[in-house]
């Protein structure tokens, strides 16, 4: 499978982390390494297992440190 962003395999290991860090923001994601959240989503939904992923998603859905603009 061919990954949309060219981004070596440290840098998916980074992004990563940083998705699973509460304190965190997607808009920190996107300042670093270009990606906008939905990025994040599916590159998320391609590196891990589908079971963690879903405790990903459903950890970060509507949590309001993961965007600036609500906190």
């Known amino acids: 499978m061919k990954k949309?962003?060219?981004l070596n395999d440290e840098q998916v290991d980074r992004i990563i982390e940083m998705a699973w860090e509460d304190r965190t923001?997607?808009?920190a994601?996107?300042?670093q390494f270009g990606?906008?959240?939905q990025d994040v989503i599916e590159l998320m939904r391609r590196e891990m297992k589908?079971?963690?992923f879903n405790l990903w998603r459903a950890r970060v859905q509507g949590r309001s440190?993961?965007?600036r603009k609500s906190r």
């Open 50 to 52: 589908r079971s963690s």
């Open 25 to 27: 923001p997607f808009d």
């Open 4 to 6: 949309k962003f060219d």
């Open 35 to 37: 990606l906008k959240e």
């Open 65 to 67: 440190t993961k965007h």
């Open 29 to 31: 994601i996107t300042d």
